[in-house]
C-alpha cells in the first residue's frame, strides 16, 4: 500500500510539473516576433500620423484593433454588439489669438493652461506664490493677478501644475480677472509643455455638462529664462497686457475598443481579468533634427497595445479558466479620458473584474528585465515573477517612484475602484537619455525596437496572464496598500 502511494505521489508531481511546462509551451506557441512586428509596424505607419484621439487616423487605428479580436473570435461588446464603446469628448480649441506681455514686454514662450476669453491691458497685482496667505489684505477684485511658480519650497514643474487648481480657486475666491504665473524652472520640458496646452483639448464630457465654461479664468505660463526679479513685493502693481480670445468649443466622438472570451471553469470564468492598453498616441508635433513631425509612438504604445493583442490571440486558442475582458483605450494622452470614462460606464459589472493587467510604456534602458510599475502591490506578484523567468528576464518594480508612474497611466482609474491594477512596462531601471530620446519624441519609430527583447517580453506577460487567470486563488491588494479598502468596498458590500 505504501508503495502505491508513493507511485501515485509521483505521478501527482509529474503531472504538475507537465503542467507547469503546458503553460509556457501554449504561451510560445501563439507568441511570434512577426506577428508582433506586423501589429507594431501598422499601428506606428506614417499614414496614422501619431494616432492622435479624435483624429480619422486614430479611427483607423480602431477599426484595426477590433478587427484583430474579431478574428481571434473574441465576443463583441455585450452592450453594443458592435467592439466599440464610444467615448464623446469635449474639445477646446487653441486660441487663435493669444498675446501676453509683462512690464511693456512681449513674451513669445508663453502657455495657456486655460485660455478663457479676455481682453486686458492695465495694471496687474503681484501676489508672490499666489497662495492663501499671499492674498491677505490686498484687493484683487475686478484685477489680474501675477505670480510665481510652485511654492516656497518647490517650484519644479509637476509641483506648479499640481497646485494650479489650489490657485485657480484662490484667485476666483479673491474676485481676480485672470491669472499669469512667472516660471523660472523646467527649462527642458518646456517645450513638451507648450506644445501640449497651446494645441486642442479634451476632456471627457459629464453629466449635465454643457459646452459652456463662463466660470473659467484664463490662467497663463510665462517662461522667465533669467529668474525671477528679486525686488518683486507682495502687492505690487505691474503691467500687464493678456488677450485670449473665446475658444471654440465642440464634441469629438472616438472608441474604447472592446472583446471577451469566455473562461472554462464553471465558477471563475465569472471573475474576469482585464487586458489594457492604449492605442493613442501624440499625433503631429514640432520637427526633430531630420524633419520628422510625426510622432509615431512605437513604445508608448503600440508596444503595450501589442500585448494586449498577443494574450487574445494566446486566449482565443488557449482559454483560462478567468474569463478575459480586453479594453484597448482611447485618449490616454489627454488625461486618462478613455479610461475614466470607461470605469463610469462599465459594460459588464466592476466587482467581476478581479485584476487590471495593464500595459503601457515610455521606453527601455535594460533588456535583461521587465519593469512592472505596482508589482509588489498585488498577490500576482509571484504569477509574474515566475513567468518573466520562464523567459529568461527579472521582473522588477518601479524603479522611479519620485516619477508617480502608477497614478500616470489607465491603471489608476481601475485601483480607484479597488481592482488591482499594475502596469507591465518595458524594462528601465532609472529615467535616463534612452529612455526620454524616444519618450514623446518623432524618433520613436517600429524599425528602433529590439525585437529580441520584445519577443521575451510578449512571451513573458503573455505567460504572467496564464498564470493569474488559472491561480486557484483570486489575486487581490498586498495588505495595507493605498487602495485595499477600496478593493474590499467593491468585492464586499
Not at 68 to 94: C, F, M, S, W
Not at 267 to 282: G, P
Not at 303 to 320: D, I, Q, R, Y
Not at 354 to 378: H, K, M, P, Q, W
Request: aromatic content about 10%.
Amino acid at each position: 500500500m505504501k508503495k502505491y502511494y508513493f507511485i501515485l505521489s509521483i505521478l501527482m508531481l509529474t503531472s504538475n510539473l507537465i503542467f507547469a511546462q503546458s503553460e509556457k509551451e501554449k504561451t510560445q506557441q501563439t507568441v511570434n516576433k512577426n506577428v508582433i512586428k506586423g501589429h507594431i509596424y501598422f499601428l506606428t505607419d506614417d499614414l496614422l500620423r501619431g494616432r492622435e484621439t479624435g483624429t480619422s487616423e486614430n479611427k483607423i487605428a480602431a477599426s484595426y484593433l477590433a478587427n484583430v479580436l474579431r478574428g481571434y473570435g473574441a465576443k463583441p461588446n455585450p452592450l453594443t454588439g458592435t467592439y466599440y464603446q464610444d467615448v464623446i469628448l469635449k474639445k477646446t480649441e487653441a486660441p487663435i489669438s493669444f498675446a501676453v506681455s509683462l512690464n511693456n514686454m512681449d513674451r513669445k514662450d508663453a502657455i495657456a493652461l486655460v485660455p478663457a476669453k479676455l481682453d486686458f491691458n492695465g495694471r496687474g497685482i503681484y501676489v508672490g506664490h499666489g497662495l492663501e496667505e499671499d492674498y491677505k489684505d490686498l484687493d484683487v477684485k475686478g484685477k489680474l493677478v501675477v505670480l510665481l511658480s510652485g511654492n516656497s519650497k518647490n517650484n519644479e514643474l509637476r509641483t506648479a501644475f499640481g497646485l494650479t487648481s489650489q490657485k485657480t480657486d484662490l484667485a476666483k475666491e479673491a474676485g481676480a480677472i485672470g491669472i499669469v504665473e512667472m516660471v523660472s524652472n523646467g527649462e527642458d520640458d518646456w517645450s513638451a509643455i507648450a506644445h501640449h496646452f497651446n494645441a486642442d483639448k479634451l476632456e471627457n464630457i459629464k453629466k449635465n455638462d454643457t459646452l459652456e465654461r463662463s466660470n473659467d479664468i484664463p490662467y497663463v505660463w510665462i517662461k522667465e529664462s533669467g529668474g525671477v526679479p528679486s525686488d518683486l513685493k507682495i502687492g505690487q502693481e505691474i503691467a500687464v497686457k493678456l488677450e485670449i480670445n473665446a475658444p471654440k468649443e465642440t464634441e469629438v466622438h472616438s472608441q474604447n475598443v472592446i472583446g471577451i472570451i469566455e473562461g472554462t471553469d464553471p465558477k471563475l470564468k465569472n471573475e474576469y481579468i482585464i487586458y489594457s492598453a492604449h492605442y493613442d498616441h501624440v499625433g503631429i508635433g514640432e520637427p526633430d533634427a531630420t524633419g520628422d513631425t510625426i510622432y509615431n509612438g512605437a513604445r508608448d504604445n503600440a508596444v503595450g497595445t501589442t500585448t494586449v493583442l498577443s494574450v487574445a490571440e494566446n486566449l482565443s486558442k488557449h482559454p483560462t479558466k478567468r474569463s478575459a475582458l480586453f479594453i484597448l483605450f482611447t485618449g490616454e494622452e489627454k488625461g486618462l479620458l478613455g479610461s475614466s470614462y470607461y470605469t463610469e460606464n462599465p459594460v459588464l459589472p466592476l466587482k467581476q473584474m478581479v485584476y487590471c493587467f495593464n500595459s503601457d510604456n515610455g521606453g527601455y534602458n535594460d533588456t535583461s528585465i521587465a519593469t512592472i510599475v505596482g508589482l509588489e502591490r498585488t498577490t500576482a506578484n509571484k504569477n509574474i515573477k515566475q513567468a518573466a523567468k520562464e523567459f529568461g528576464l527579472t521582473a522588477i518594480d518601479d524603479p522611479a517612484p519620485e516619477q508617480n508612474l502608477f497614478d500616470r497611466s489607465d491603471n489608476v482609474n481601475f485601483a480607484k475602484k479597488g481592482i488591482p491594477a499594475p502596469t507591465y512596462s518595458l524594462g528601465f531601471r532609472s529615467f535616463d537619455g534612452e529612455v526620454t530620446k524616444y519618450y514623446h519624441q518623432a524618433g520613436d519609430e517600429a524599425e528602433s525596437l529590439d525585437y529580441e527583447y520584445l519577443l521575451k517580453f510578449f512571451q513573458s506577460y503573455v505567460l504572467s496572464a496564464r498564470l493569474i487567470a488559472n491561480d486557484p486563488k483570486t489575486p487581490f491588494w498586498i495588505s495595507g496598500d493605498k487602495y485595499e479598502n477600496a478593493g474590499k468596498a467593491l468585492y464586499i458590500e
